[in-house]
DNA sequence: AATGAATGAGAATTCATTCAT
DNA sequence: TATGAATGAATTCTCATTCAT
C-alpha cells in the first residue's frame, strides 16, 4: 500500500492555487479573475498553474467542483439523523449557513454563477443543487402532511434560505465599503445579526412555513 | 408647431448605448462585458460610445445610476398611499418587484455588484439602499406597536424579498440552462411561480413577520 | 476698390487657429499635437478648422508658411542697409534673434524638424534656408576679402546663430520645469541673459569670426 | 571554460529593444514612436516590450536615461586630467562631441527633449546638465584668473558647443532630405565639415572666448 | 460658416497560454 | 516540477476626418 508518496509538495502549491484561486473569483469573478493575479498571490510561478490545473476554466471548474464537494454529503447525513420535519428542516438550513461560513467565497461565487445563468457551472454541481431541493421537497411534503407546515413551493424556499445567508454575508462587505453613506445605527444592527445570524434564518423561515 | 424636434437624434443614440449595457452588464457583468459587441448589439460606431460616454466604467456606471433612479421614488410615493402596516409592507414588496420585472437586467446585476463588496456602487445609489431600509424599519416598528408583527430585524427582511424576487427571476436561466440535470416536475414548478411570483413573496414574508 | 468686405469673422477664426496651433505644434510637435486640442483652445469647432483649413497637415504647413514668411524678407532688406561686413553680420543676428523673439514658437518648432529630418518642411521653407546661407556667405566673403574676418565655414556659422538663440530660448522652459535641480546661481544669471541676449550673441560671433 | 553564459538571453532582447527605441524615437519622436514599429523593427514580440519594460513611457525614460549615463562620467573625468584652461575647454568640448558621435540619437532626442521643455527628462538626467555646466563654470573662471580668457556667460558657451554639434549633425538628415533645393556647393562643404567637425567647433569656441 | 455627431483605422495595453531550460 | 521569457489574439481607447444639418 503506497501511504504517502503520492504527493511531496506539490500538493501544497496546489493547495495554494486553489484557495487563492477561489479568494479571487470570489472577489473579482471568473472574467475579471487574472491567471497573473492569482500566481502572484499565491506565490506561485504563474506556469505552475497550467502545469498543475491546465487552464483557467480547469481553475474555475476545480475551484467550484472542491466547494461543494462536501456541502451535499453532510445534508444528506445529518438530515437523515433528524426526526420531525421541523428539525429536520433547521438541519437543513443549519448545514447550508455552515457551509456558507466555512467557505465564504462560495456565496459571491454562487451569486455571479445565478447571474449569469450558470453558464459555468459543471453538470455536476448542478446535479447536487438539484439532489438538495429533492432533499427539502421530502422534507416540506413530511411536514404538511404531519400538519405542521403550511403548503408552500420548495424551490422558493430553498431560494429564501440560501438568499438570505448569500446576501447577508456578501453585503458585509458592502457596507463596509460605503462606511460614509450608512449611518451608524445600521452598522451595529449588521454586526449583531452575524453572530446570530444561522438562528436567525431559521426563526423566519420556520415562521413562513409553519402554520 | 413642432413639439417633437426635442430629442436631437443623438439622445437616441445614448439611449440605445445605455439600454443595450445595461443588457450586456446584466448577462456577463462588467468584466465580461466588451464594448465592442456593445456597440456592435446597439448598431452604433464603437467611437460613438467613447465620444457620448466616455469609458467603460463610466458605462457601467450610467447604467446603474439609470436603473436605480426611479425605484427609490416609487416606494417613497406609494408606501406613503397605504394605511395599514401589513399594507404598507405588502406594498414595499410589490414596488421592488415590479421593478424588478419592468428591469430584468437590474437583478443580476444586483447580484454582481453585492457580491464584488458593491465596488463599482457609487454613493448615491448606496443612499437609496439605505433609504429603502429606513422605510422598511418604518413600517415594521409601527406593525409592532400596532400588535400585528412579531418582532425582527429590517436588513434581513429586505434582502428576504430582495433576495426572493433576484433568485427566482435569475433562476430562470440557470435552470434552462441545465436542462438535462433538471427533473421534469421542477419546471413546471417553476413556470407557475412565476406568474404569482410576487404575491407569493408577499405572503410568504408577511407570514414570516406576523405575530 | 474694394475694402473690407473680404472676409468678415472667418478671418477672426483663422487667426485664432492659427496663432492657437502654432503654440500648439511648439510645446508638443506635429505628430503629439490634437486636432481636438487645437480646437478646444482656439475655441472654434473642430470641424471648422477642416472647413477652413483642409487638413492637419495643411495646418502645419500653414502655421510654418506663416513664420518664416517674413524673416528672409526682412534679412535681404536690412543687409542691403548697413555698409561694412562687420555691421552686415550684426544686421544678419539681429534680425533673426529680433524674430525669434517675436514669435517664440518658431525655435521649437524648427527644433523638432531638424531633428527629424525636416520630413514636414515644404520646400518653400528650405528654399528661403538657402537663400539665407547664401546671404551670410556673401558677407562672411567680403569680410575675408576686407581682412577682417578669419575664414570660416558660413553654415556653421548660421547654425552657431541660430542654436544659440533657439538653445537659449527654448532652455528658459526646460529650467523653470526643474527647478528644484537647478541652483540658485544658475537661474539669476540666465536671467540676464534673457535681457541682452541679441547682444551677447552678437559680440561672440563677431569674436569668432574676426581676424 | 563558459566564460559568456553570464548574459541571459533576455539581456538580448532588452539591449535589442532600447537600441530600437533610441533609433526610432530619434527619427520621429515619442508622440511620434510608434510601439508596433518598434517591436517589429527590434525583432521582438510588443508584448515582450511590455514584459520588459512596462510601457511607452517607461521605455522612453530608460532610454534617455541610457544614452546620458556615460557622458556626465567621461567629462568629469577627462577634464581633470587636462592641465591649462584652455586645454581642460577642449577635452570638454571634445567629449560632448565624441558622445555625439557614438550616440548619434542623442542629438535629435535632446532637440525634441528641449523644444517641449523637458517634460520627459527625469531629475536624474537635469542634474547631469548642471553638473556639466558647472565644470563649464570652473574652466571658464580659471581661464579669466589666468587672462587667457575674456568674461563670458557660460550657459551661453555650453549651448554653443552643443548647438553646433546637435545642428551640424541633424542637419546632415535635413539638407539629404531637400537635395532639390540645396546647391552643389553646399553640399560639399557639409561633407567636408562632417570630418573635422570637432576640431572646427573647438576653434570656434576657443576664439569666442579667448582674449 | 458653423456645429454636434459619427466613423474607420489605428495605437497602447492586457491576458491566457506556451516554450525552453 | 518549476520558472522567466515569449507570444498571438484580443481589448480598451484615440484620433484625424467626414457627415448631416
Same mark, same amino acid.
Given at each position: 500500500?503506497?501511504?504517502?508518496?503520492?504527493?511531496?509538495?506539490?500538493?501544497?502549491?496546489?493547495?495554494?492555487?486553489?484557495?487563492?484561486?477561489?479568494?479571487?473569483?470570489?472577489?473579482?469573478?471568473? !472574467?475579471?479573475?487574472?491567471?497573473? =493575479? @492569482? #500566481?502572484?498571490? +499565491?506565490?506561485?510561478?504563474?506556469?505552475? /498553474?497550467?502545469?498543475?490545473?491546465?487552464?483557467?476554466?480547469?481553475?474555475?471548474?476545480?475551484?467550484?467542483?472542491?466547494?461543494?464537494?462536501?456541502?451535499?454529503?453532510?445534508?444528506?447525513?445529518?438530515?437523515?439523523?433528524?426526526?420531525?420535519?421541523?428539525?429536520?428542516?433547521?438541519?437543513?438550513?443549519?448545514?447550508?449557513?455552515?457551509?456558507?461560513?466555512?467557505?465564504?467565497?462560495? !456565496?459571491?461565487?454562487?451569486?455571479? =454563477? @445565478? #447571474?449569469?445563468? +450558470?453558464?459555468?457551472?459543471?453538470?455536476? /454541481?448542478?446535479?447536487?443543487?438539484?439532489?438538495?431541493?429533492?432533499?427539502?421537497?421530502?422534507?416540506?411534503?413530511?411536514?404538511?402532511?404531519?400538519?405542521?407546515?403550511?403548503?408552500?413551493?420548495?424551490?422558493?424556499?430553498?431560494?429564501?434560505?440560501?438568499?438570505?445567508?448569500?446576501f447577508?454575508?456578501t453585503s458585509k462587505h458592502l457596507i463596509s465599503q460605503h462606511?460614509?453613506?450608512v449611518?451608524?445605527?445600521?452598522?451595529?444592527?449588521?454586526?449583531?445579526?452575524?453572530?446570530?445570524?444561522?438562528?436567525?434564518?431559521?426563526?423566519?423561515?420556520?415562521?413562513?412555513?409553519?402554520?
Amino acid at each position: 500500500m503506497k501511504t504517502e508518496t503520492i504527493t511531496p509538495q506539490s500538493q501544497e502549491t496546489i493547495r495554494n492555487i486553489l484557495d487563492t484561486a477561489a479568494q479571487i473569483f470570489a472577489e473579482v469573478g471568473f !472574467a475579471g479573475a487574472r491567471v497573473d =493575479e @492569482i #500566481a502572484r498571490r +499565491a506565490n506561485v510561478n504563474k506556469a505552475a /498553474i497550467y502545469y498543475h490545473i491546465g487552464s483557467k476554466e480547469a481553475l474555475y471548474a476545480q475551484v467550484l467542483q472542491e466547494i461543494f464537494s462536501d456541502l451535499s454529503e453532510r445534508i444528506v447525513q445529518h438530515v437523515q439523523e433528524a426526526q420531525m420535519p421541523e428539525e429536520k428542516l433547521r438541519v437543513y438550513i443549519r448545514q447550508i449557513g455552515q457551509t456558507l461560513q466555512t467557505r465564504p467565497q462560495l !456565496a459571491a461565487i454562487m451569486m455571479r =454563477e @445565478i #447571474a449569469s445563468g +450558470a453558464q459555468h457551472l459543471p453538470d455536476v /454541481i448542478m446535479q447536487t443543487l438539484v439532489q438538495m431541493i429533492s432533499i427539502l421537497t421530502t422534507i416540506l411534503k413530511q411536514g404538511e402532511e404531519a400538519g405542521v407546515f403550511t403548503p408552500s413551493i420548495p424551490l422558493m424556499i430553498h431560494f429564501m434560505i440560501v438568499g438570505q445567508f448569500i446576501f447577508l454575508r456578501t453585503s458585509k462587505h458592502l457596507i463596509s465599503q460605503h462606511q460614509e453613506a450608512v449611518p451608524e445605527s445600521f452598522k451595529s444592527t449588521h454586526q449583531t445579526i452575524s453572530e446570530t445570524i444561522v438562528e436567525e434564518v431559521e426563526n423566519l423561515v420556520l415562521r413562513a412555513v409553519k402554520k
